[in-house]
Each structure stands twice: as C-alpha cells, then as structure tokens.
C-alpha cells in the first residue's frame, strides 16, 4: 500500500535511508534473538549434563519428595500444632537475626552514606574511598562471611548476624547515597550558619528530609534479610533453617517436623512481605506517615 | 478559641512529637541491648578459637614446607604443605636443606638452625639457648627441666612441639619434623612435577622449549590449568556454572513471567477471578522462597547446576510477574490507541503500541537481578551442590586449605563485582535507548 502512494512521488533520499536503516536494525536485533536462544538452550544442555540428576527424570519425579512430606505430614496432623509451638524460638531467633542485622546494617550504611555523598561529607576527599568500601561490602556474599565466621566462633547465630549487618550496611549505604543526592542542601546550611557541627547539620537537616525513604528501602531490606537469615541457618548458623536442615537429613519420620517448618517459614515470609509493602505504600505516597 | 488553648495544644502537640522522636531511638536500643543478652555477645570473645585466626591468617598469606624425617626408613623428604603433589623429589630439595652422613640441617632462617639425625633432634633458639630432645627407646627425653618450659614448648614423653616465629618443629616417636614458613601461595603457576616450575617467566617465553613434544607457551597452559593443587581448570568451571546458573535463572523466568504478567494487568485482563489466581501464584512462588525450592528441586533433580537454575527461575517468576504486571498497568494508553487508528489488528497493537514502551523497563529489571542472582547463585550452589559455593563449602569444611578459601572468596567478590559491572553497563544502555 505504502508502494502505491509513493509510486508517483520522486523518491525521498531519508525514506531509503530511513528504510535501509530500520532493515539493519531488524537484521541486528534477529541476529541477537538467534544468538540469545542459542546461548540460552546451549546453556540449558550444559547445565542439565553437568547436573547429578537429568532434567526428564527430576521432572516426572518432582512431585515425589512434596507428596511424601505431605502425606507423612497429613498422616500425623494431629502432632503439627505442637510442632509449630516448638520450632517458634527458632523462628524467632531467625527473625531476631534478620531484624537486628537490619539494624545494624542501616545505621552503619546510614554513616557511609553520609560520608560517601558529595555535599554532605566531612572529608570530601574520602568520599570515593568510602564507596568503594561500601562496593566490596555488597559484593561478599553473606554466606562466605558467615561460613568463616562459623570456623572462628562456632556455629549459632552471632556469625549470621555480623555477616547480615556487613551486607546490608553496603547494599542500604549504596541506596541511601543516591536519596542523599537528592537532599536540599539549604536547611543543611541553614544549621552551619547558626554554627551547628557536622552531627547536628546531619541530624536537623538531612535526617528529617531522608528519612521516609531510608526507612522504606530498610523495610525492602529486612523482607530480604528475613530469607537470608533461614539460608544461613541452614548452612550452621543456628535458627529455624538450621532445624529444617536436620529435619530434612533426617529423613522420612521427620518428615512432619519438615511440613511444620517449611509451613511457618512460608507463612512468616510472607506475612513480612505484606506488613512491609503495607508499609513502604504509606511511606512513599505520603498518607498518615506518622 | 482563645490564644491560652493554642498555645497549650501547640505545646501539647510539641512534647508528644519529642516524646515519639526519643521513643523510637529507646526502643531500637532496648531491642538491641535484648539481642546482647539472647545471642551472648558478651561471652564473644570467649567463644573466638584464637587458634582458629591463627591459621586462617598464616594459611592466607604463607605456605609452610614440612622437612620429615620418618624414624623407621629413616627417608627424608621434603614436601610443600607435606602433600605428594608438592614433594620435592630426590637431589632437587631447596638449598637450606641438606643431609650428610645421616645428620639433616634445615635453616629457618639465618639464625634458627634446626639438625637432626636417628636420634637427637636440636636447636640453637635465639634468646633461650640450645635446646636438643633425644629419642631413647619408646620415650623422648629433654636437656631443660621439663617444668620450667615456656608456654610454647609443649612437652610429653611421646611428644615434643615447638612453636616458634621461625618455624615449628614437633619429634614424636615415629618421625621427626620441621615446618619452615615462607610468604605467598605456594605452587600457584605450577606444582615441582612440571618442567616448568623454578623458571621465571622472561625464561619460559624466550628461553630453550624445554618439552621436545610442545612449545612452552601451550605446555605452560597445561601446566598452570591441570596444577594438581589448585585446580585451576575445576575452579574456572566452577564460576562458569555459577554465573551459568544465574543467567539461565535469570532470563528463563522473565521469558516465562513475561505473558504471564499481561495476565496478572488489570488494563489487560478484565477477568477478575483469572488475574487474581495468578497473581496468587506469583506470590506464592515468591513466598516459599529460594531456599525451600532449593530443598524440593534437589530431591528431584540431584545436585548440579540444574538445581540451582531452576530454583532461580522459580523464584525469580514470581518477582518479575509482579513488577512486570506492574509495569504493563503504567502503560500509555495513547501510543495504543494512535497504532489503532492506523487500523493495526490485535498483535500489531502489541507489537508496536504496548512492548515498546515496556521492554526498557522490564530489560533493567532483568539486568539488576541478573546481579544479585550471581550472588544468590553462590549460595544456592553451597546448598545444592554446584558452582563456586560448592568448593568454597568443601574448603571450609575440611579446615586445612585456608589459602583455596581465600583464592575462592576473591573470584567471587571479582565474578559479583564483574557482573555489577556488566550489569550497569547495560542497563544504562538500554535506558538511554541506544542499540538493542
């Protein structure tokens, strides 16, 4: 159709480029659509060779270990509102580590924040030592931190804890930063003027400005770190992960112990997940903050 | 309302404010002073195995070589980190080692020298004097009172250990042996089997080809990636399927919650009943949470790289069904209508009404957690078996590697790094529109 419009019509030098150039631009993205599904299925193969177990086999036989756990589970129902009662503590103590290393986590990433943003820092030559410092904090695994721990001070839940704390004080440094940009440096110097020191600048002038949305990106954070905490339990570090490792090695005969746990990780990980965006949309759309 | 009320309810209003700020730094404290008393971080420092740091601090920065002398052979051999792969092998021993008519001398340093034959082990210790422990019969004698030893001299009739800054040397009944220390990772390049070890590099790319059969350059490759010590080769696959495992997590469950998102948008899907069922099962892959995939997916699949990648992917779709049907509900309505008024038919609309608007925003999502699921991706690995969190586990597990678990920990820290690189890159392409 488009022909037999421009068919009476002198060509237009940019129509053909124009045109020469959407062709390239399909040729270019086709080729990387080719080259993505090659990757991606090459990559597929790799992983399901180099895995114990092939991938048509897991599949059939994926809903095995649920129904057994279920069944065991439904078999013994009566047990499980005990169960929950006893593995209670360890979930708190899971949840006081998530929540203490939030702490933490937020306080320290708050100070290296301040110390990393242009305009706020005492030492403005510092600022690029610092955020690096908070980069390699971020790039540590908890999990590397929290194994050597374990090897240094036993297991339980102290080593979850400092390994928490170091990442977060890197990832919410990294975040808080960015909202430290966006500061209005006026009340900042405001409070100079009347000779406030570098602490109370920062407390009266940029804390109240900041702190809704520091507070938001905490609370993301601790929904995170709730997750992290049962992961490294699982690995030695004490806390409802380390109780559902055992019950899991355990083996059929726990399997009851297994369906309580995995039943109040579910529900406590997704009750903070809620309380936490209920929270976060009244922080960030204004409504009642306090 | 006179000017009394305003003034006490202001002041009233005042006094809470400080009240609630005060409150709120009290209570953080409280709670934190609780988590003192719950997890006894005051008895820390007594739980800390000082013994422990040690290790891990010499083993990160030095390597020991044992000189060991087995009583009933009466063989010498000195070996790196006393493993076969590092034994020197007869005539090549390093030049502070030398035995003659049967009395071995291993120097420390230039002022510990440490002599041994069958019998009598002895040492010149700098600021204590000469001390020799003999072997007679099934017990170990001492020239010093045995009372009066200092705390790292440890003695017992089967057994005597000293540890000095020098180096260590322990005499049991069965074999007579001395730790030197020495800076570095040792044997990193290559380990004393290969004919490479000892030459320095300017030698190895323009001396003599040392193997008849190969050039020193393809030989040196061999050499460095088959190194029996450090597996080089093993580790470089290791990371490969890490980040192999995060890729494929990564992009296969954005390609499986893309669709999937257009069901969960109100703009798209008036069927309440149909996006509210899948936005509950967003949730609910979200809610169970990588660890317990991890769990149900290593029953079925074994451990592997498999795994970790489709515990990834599980997760991941319910994270991107959300933001991605969060982003489609943002749509411009306008751009779609303007492609409809040409007379576009339904996957046109799609195509050029809705999917570009979207795709930059959902392209960043992916790349930012195609970042962090690197690191997920390790310890998923650690859990289930696979990748660089596998080796890294087994290497702390068996407590005597330190300098493999620090050579681990910083590829990771590099791969995390690396890929919070790539993914910035990208990112920022892709939002200022340009290639793709």
């Given at each position: 159709m488009a022909d037999a419009v421009f068919s009476g019509v002198p060509p237009i030098p940019a129509y053909d480029s124009y045109l020469s150039l959407i062709r390239r631009r399909r040729l270019y993205s086709g080729l990387l659509l080719i080259l993505f599904v090659a990757v991606m299925s090459a990559g597929f193969w790799v992983a399901d060779d180099r895995n114990a177990g092939g991938f048509i086999n897991g599949f059939t036989s994926i809903l095995n270990f649920p129904m057994d756990v279920v069944e065991e589970a439904w078999r013994k129902r009566a047990l499980i509102p005990g169960l929950l009662v006893e593995y209670f503590p360890a979930l708190v103590e899971t949840l006081n580590i998530a929540a203490a290393g939030t702490i933490i986590g937020a306080v320290s990433g708050f100070v290296l924040s301040l110390l990393a943003s242009s305009g706020l820092a005492?030492?403005?030559?510092?600022i690029g030592v610092f955020r690096r410092f908070m980069d390699i904090l971020r790039a540590f695994p908890d999990i590397v931190i929290a194994l050597v721990l374990i090897y240094l001070?036993?297991?339980?839940p102290v080593p979850a804890l400092i390994a928490i704390a170091l990442h977060t004080a890197g990832a919410l440094g990294k975040l808080f930063s960015e909202v430290n940009e966006n500061v209005d440096l006026k009340p900042v110097e405001g409070l100079a003027s009347v000779g406030a020191s570098w602490a109370q600048r920062m407390l009266f002038g940029v804390v109240p400005q900041v702190a809704p949305n520091y507070l938001s990106y905490a609370l993301l954070r601790f929904e995170v770190n709730v997750r992290a905490s049962a992961i490294l339990g699982f690995v030695g570090a004490g806390g409802i992960g380390y109780e559902l490792k055992n019950a899991i090695t355990w083996g059929p005969g726990k399997f009851d112990a297994a369906a309580a746990i995995f039943l109040l990780l579910f529900l406590s990980i997704v009750f903070f997940d809620q309380i936490s965006s209920y929270f976060r949309e009244r922080l960030t759309h204004g409504g009642a903050a306090r | 309302m006179t000017v009394a009320d305003i003034y006490t309810q202001t002041t009233g209003r005042f006094s809470r404010q400080r009240l609630m700020t005060a409150a709120i730094p009290l209570g953080v404290l409280a709670y934190l002073a609780y988590i003192f008393v719950a997890f006894d971080i005051g008895g820390l420092m007594g739980r800390l195995r000082v013994d422990n740091v040690m290790t891990l601090l010499s083993d990160t920065y030095s390597y020991k070589t044992h000189v060991t002398r087995d009583t009933r052979t009466g063989d010498v051999t000195v070996a790196i980190e006393g493993e076969r792969r590092g034994t020197y092998a007869p005539?090549?021993?390093?030049?502070w080692v030398s035995t003659l008519d049967g009395v071995t001398t291993v120097g420390l340093d230039a002022d510990n020298i440490v002599t041994f034959d069958a019998d009598t082990t002895s040492w010149d210790i700098p600021g204590y004097g000469l001390l020799t422990a003999t072997r007679s019969g099934r017990e170990i004698t001492l020239n010093r009172n045995p009372d009066t030893l200092p705390d790292w001299i440890s003695y017992s009739s089967a057994r005597v250990d000293v540890k000095t800054s020098a180096g260590r040397l322990s005499v049991t009944r069965n074999r007579t042996e001395v730790f030197r220390y020495a800076f570095g990772w040792e044997?990193?390049?290559?380990?004393?089997?290969?004919?490479?070890?000892?030459?320095?590099l300017f030698a190895l790319l323009f001396?003599?080809?040392?193997d008849p059969a190969q050039s020193n350059l393809v030989g040196m490759w061999d050499g460095f990636w088959g190194?029996?010590?450090?597996?080089h080769g093993e580790v470089a696959w290791a990371l490969g399927e890490t980040i192999l495992m995060a890729f494929l997590g990564t992009f296969g469950a954005a390609i499986i919650a893309f669709p999937l998102g257009f069901l969960a948008a109100r703009n798209f899907t008036p069927l309440a009943a149909l996006r509210f069922s899948v936005r509950r099962v967003f949730d609910f892959v979200r809610g169970v949470d990588g660890l317990i995939w991890t769990i149900l997916l290593s029953r079925a699949f074994g451990p592997g790289p498999l795994t970790g990648t489709l515990a990834i992917l599980l997760t991941d779709t319910g994270t991107f069904g959300k933001i991605f049907s969060e982003a489609l509900e943002n749509v411009d309505n306008r751009q779609i209508e303007g492609v409809q008024s040409t007379g576009a038919n339904v996957v046109q609309r799609y195509c050029f009404g809705v999917i570009p608007q979207v795709v930059p925003v959902l392209l960043s999502q992916v790349l930012y957690l195609l970042e962090s699921n690197t690191r997920s991706a390790t310890i998923i690995g650690a859990i289930t078996g696979g990748g660089i969190g596998l080796l890294l586990t087994q290497a702390i597990i068996t407590h005597k590697d330190w300098e493999e678990v620090s050579y681990y920990i910083v590829l990771i820290i590099l791969m995390v790094m690396a890929m919070d690189w790539l993914s910035g890159v990208l990112r920022r392409r892709v939002i200022s529109g340009r290639a793709v």
């Amino acid at each position: 159709m488009a022909d037999a419009v421009f068919s009476g019509v002198p060509p237009i030098p940019a129509y053909d480029s124009y045109l020469s150039l959407i062709r390239r631009r399909r040729l270019y993205s086709g080729l990387l659509l080719i080259l993505f599904v090659a990757v991606m299925s090459a990559g597929f193969w790799v992983a399901d060779d180099r895995n114990a177990g092939g991938f048509i086999n897991g599949f059939t036989s994926i809903l095995n270990f649920p129904m057994d756990v279920v069944e065991e589970a439904w078999r013994k129902r009566a047990l499980i509102p005990g169960l929950l009662v006893e593995y209670f503590p360890a979930l708190v103590e899971t949840l006081n580590i998530a929540a203490a290393g939030t702490i933490i986590g937020a306080v320290s990433g708050f100070v290296l924040s301040l110390l990393a943003s242009s305009g706020l820092a005492p030492w403005p030559r510092m600022i690029g030592v610092f955020r690096r410092f908070m980069d390699i904090l971020r790039a540590f695994p908890d999990i590397v931190i929290a194994l050597v721990l374990i090897y240094l001070l036993g297991g339980g839940p102290v080593p979850a804890l400092i390994a928490i704390a170091l990442h977060t004080a890197g990832a919410l440094g990294k975040l808080f930063s960015e909202v430290n940009e966006n500061v209005d440096l006026k009340p900042v110097e405001g409070l100079a003027s009347v000779g406030a020191s570098w602490a109370q600048r920062m407390l009266f002038g940029v804390v109240p400005q900041v702190a809704p949305n520091y507070l938001s990106y905490a609370l993301l954070r601790f929904e995170v770190n709730v997750r992290a905490s049962a992961i490294l339990g699982f690995v030695g570090a004490g806390g409802i992960g380390y109780e559902l490792k055992n019950a899991i090695t355990w083996g059929p005969g726990k399997f009851d112990a297994a369906a309580a746990i995995f039943l109040l990780l579910f529900l406590s990980i997704v009750f903070f997940d809620q309380i936490s965006s209920y929270f976060r949309e009244r922080l960030t759309h204004g409504g009642a903050a306090r | 309302m006179t000017v009394a009320d305003i003034y006490t309810q202001t002041t009233g209003r005042f006094s809470r404010q400080r009240l609630m700020t005060a409150a709120i730094p009290l209570g953080v404290l409280a709670y934190l002073a609780y988590i003192f008393v719950a997890f006894d971080i005051g008895g820390l420092m007594g739980r800390l195995r000082v013994d422990n740091v040690m290790t891990l601090l010499s083993d990160t920065y030095s390597y020991k070589t044992h000189v060991t002398r087995d009583t009933r052979t009466g063989d010498v051999t000195v070996a790196i980190e006393g493993e076969r792969r590092g034994t020197y092998a007869p005539g090549t021993e390093p030049s502070w080692v030398s035995t003659l008519d049967g009395v071995t001398t291993v120097g420390l340093d230039a002022d510990n020298i440490v002599t041994f034959d069958a019998d009598t082990t002895s040492w010149d210790i700098p600021g204590y004097g000469l001390l020799t422990a003999t072997r007679s019969g099934r017990e170990i004698t001492l020239n010093r009172n045995p009372d009066t030893l200092p705390d790292w001299i440890s003695y017992s009739s089967a057994r005597v250990d000293v540890k000095t800054s020098a180096g260590r040397l322990s005499v049991t009944r069965n074999r007579t042996e001395v730790f030197r220390y020495a800076f570095g990772w040792e044997l990193f390049w290559f380990t004393l089997d290969s004919p490479y070890y000892g030459h320095s590099l300017f030698a190895l790319l323009f001396g003599p080809q040392l193997d008849p059969a190969q050039s020193n350059l393809v030989g040196m490759w061999d050499g460095f990636w088959g190194n029996a010590m450090w597996h080089h080769g093993e580790v470089a696959w290791a990371l490969g399927e890490t980040i192999l495992m995060a890729f494929l997590g990564t992009f296969g469950a954005a390609i499986i919650a893309f669709p999937l998102g257009f069901l969960a948008a109100r703009n798209f899907t008036p069927l309440a009943a149909l996006r509210f069922s899948v936005r509950r099962v967003f949730d609910f892959v979200r809610g169970v949470d990588g660890l317990i995939w991890t769990i149900l997916l290593s029953r079925a699949f074994g451990p592997g790289p498999l795994t970790g990648t489709l515990a990834i992917l599980l997760t991941d779709t319910g994270t991107f069904g959300k933001i991605f049907s969060e982003a489609l509900e943002n749509v411009d309505n306008r751009q779609i209508e303007g492609v409809q008024s040409t007379g576009a038919n339904v996957v046109q609309r799609y195509c050029f009404g809705v999917i570009p608007q979207v795709v930059p925003v959902l392209l960043s999502q992916v790349l930012y957690l195609l970042e962090s699921n690197t690191r997920s991706a390790t310890i998923i690995g650690a859990i289930t078996g696979g990748g660089i969190g596998l080796l890294l586990t087994q290497a702390i597990i068996t407590h005597k590697d330190w300098e493999e678990v620090s050579y681990y920990i910083v590829l990771i820290i590099l791969m995390v790094m690396a890929m919070d690189w790539l993914s910035g890159v990208l990112r920022r392409r892709v939002i200022s529109g340009r290639a793709v």
